[in-house]
Nanobody, 125 residues
Framework: QVQLVESGGGSVQAGGSLRLSCVAS????????MVWFRQRPGMEREGIAL???????RYGDAVVGRATISRDNARNTVYLQLNDLNPEDTATYYC???????????????????WGQGTQVTVSS
């Protein structure tokens, strides 16, 4: 069983940046696809970024060019760097995995079984 703990959220002004962290225990993240989704109030969970175990990244349309997903295998941690934030980025951000090496896209959160508790990002104009 894997446990995921996100951190790094907060309140920032438009144009600012944040780096979110996801620390895993119970499983080695380097072996698995890791994803970031977000959920805005009243909306379904939305795919933001993914990275398969073999490397590479994919980003959701809402953040392409403004987000970077990365891993620190020594710390068993996955990061999400968010730049040029705007109020529409206000959401709870979650990291997730299905404990398999390949990713099942960013279209649906139900493709991934394990999630953290989320970290809140609030962007003011």
């Amino acid at each position: 069983q894997v446990q995921l703990v996100e951190s790094g959220g907060g309140s920032v002004q438009a144009g600012g940046s944040l780096r979110l962290s996801c620390v895993a225990s119970g499983a080695l993240t380097r072996r698995y696809c890791m994803v970031w989704f977000r959920q805005r109030p009243g909306m379904e969970r939305e795919g933001i970024a993914l990275t398969p175990a073999g490397g590479g990244e994919r980003y959701g349309d809402a953040v392409v060019g403004r987000a970077t997903i990365s891993r620190d295998n020594a710390r068993n941690t996955v990061y999400l760097q968010l730049n040029d934030l705007n109020p529409e980025d206000t959401a709870t951000y979650y990291c997730g995995t299905d404990l398999i090496a390949w990713c099942d896209g960013l279209n649906t959160a139900s493709a991934y079984k394990y999630w953290g508790q989320g970290t809140q990002v609030t962007v003011s104009s």
